[in-house]
């Protein structure tokens, strides 16, 4: 029953695994391209595969208030309807609930909210999260939380992880388990060790199929990230996959591999990509900065995509000074390439045993920073 997840190498704490879903198989360490509406933004579905990507995220808050989850299932169910035949995640829709939506009542019953699209008031318990996540046809589904502000009091954060206990069991209770299909827990507690402990354990105990950390990246910044996790990971099991939720630029991804986690998501490769920005090799550049308007190079030199192997820099920032759609399709395509390219790297370095070094010498390339034109 469930999802099986494989572990085919360890290196210190760095994991190198497989998870087989109902929708195939996706290789760990994993990043899922955000698809928000049902669709990774500016990407056709081939190209999103094509960039190395196994496994898609998609948000139960936008697509339940449209185009709906019944009609999502009606019509074949999101792999049919986005024509993404590989592994969908879908998140519960509280985080969305709770920055996106008019919050009205929040309380152990559920969220009473009123939609950012037209402003109907409509609640999400953590059994409709399930259902809709259901309808979906989500490989994985994720249990309905309070994802905890920052900063935040202790009490504060101690109440609101209890609410997400009290969740997590009812949304276990209203998960159907199928061969193929798995739901996680989610970790919650802020940066209080205590509560991370507690929450960590309660979950453990209820037997989810695999566990994400979340309540992170939300401002706390990376130190205490990591110490987090450092405190958060050895409590789960070794055999369940770990999702770090919304993290999040490449050095976190490294550091947070180093500490045992398996699966990443995060908008900013799609979202920086339709503003302009690039990942590289040696870190972040702004396409629409005038320096790039005479150069001739390659976004990335090293960087095999579409916009690297076909186009100019010169040509980029020309497309983004010009408003043209081609400008976030180019650069959305090569930051989700340079994702998988570092995941890529990332699970070989772990099965070769040389996870520490390469971990170290990428992320003293990315500081080294952007040479500019001569
Ligand atoms: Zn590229």
């Not at 500490?259 to 908008?267: E, K, N, Y």
């Amino acid at each position: 029953m469930s999802m099986e997840f494989q572990l085919l190498a360890r290196d210190a704490a760095a994991r190198r695994g497989q998870i087989k879903t109902a929708h195939g198989t996706a290789e760990t360490p994993a990043f899922m391209p955000v698809g928000t509406a049902g669709t990774v933004k500016a990407m056709l579905p081939d190209q999103v595969r094509e960039t190395g990507a196994e496994i898609v995220l998609g948000n139960t808050y936008h697509l339940m208030l449209r185009p709906g989850a019944e009609r999502v299932a009606k019509l074949g169910g999101l792999h049919k309807f986005m024509d993404w035949p590989g592994p969908i995640l879908t998140d519960s829709g509280g985080f969305q609930v709770m920055s996106l939506g008019q919050l009205r009542r929040l309380d152990q019953r559920g969220v009473v909210f009123r939609s950012h699209i037209d402003g109907a008031e409509i609640a999400l318990t953590p059994e409709r999260s399930i259902e809709i996540q259901f309808l979906l046809d989500a490989d994985i589904s994720m249990v309905l939380d309070e994802c905890t502000t920052w900063p935040v009091e202790r009490r504060e954060a101690e109440k609101s992880m209890r609410l997400s206990l009290g969740w997590a069991e009812r949304s276990k209770k209203a998960f159907r388990a199928r061969r193929g299909y798995a739901l996680f827990g989610i970790v919650q507690g802020s940066v209080f060790d205590e509560l991370r402990t507690e929450s960590a354990k309660a979950l453990v105990g209820m037997a989810f199929d695999g566990y994400a950390v979340g309540g992170l990246a939300v401002g706390e910044g990376q130190a205490e990230m990591f110490r987090t996790l450092d405190v958060t990971v050895p409590l789960l099991p070794e055999a369940r996959p770990r999702y770090l939720m919304g993290v999040g630029r490449p050095d976190d991804i490294l550091g947070a591999v180093a500490r045992g986690i398996d699966m990443f998501d995060c908008v900013l490769p799609t979202r920086m990509g339709r503003t302009g920005k690039a990942f590289t090799r040696r870190g972040e550049i702004n396409m629409r900065n005038a320096r790039h308007a005479e150069d001739p190079r390659p976004i990335d030199e090293s960087c095999a995509c579409p916009a690297c192997t076909r186009f100019s820099r010169a040509y980029v920032h020309h497309l983004f000074k010009a408003a043209e759609m081609l400008g976030p399709m180019l650069l959305t395509r090569h930051n989700l390439q340079h994702y998988q390219t570092l995941m890529r790297g990332i699970r070989e370095a772990i099965a070769a045993g040389t996870y520490a070094d390469f971990s170290a010498k990428t992320c003293a390339e990315i500081d080294l920073g952007d040479v500019p034109a001569l």
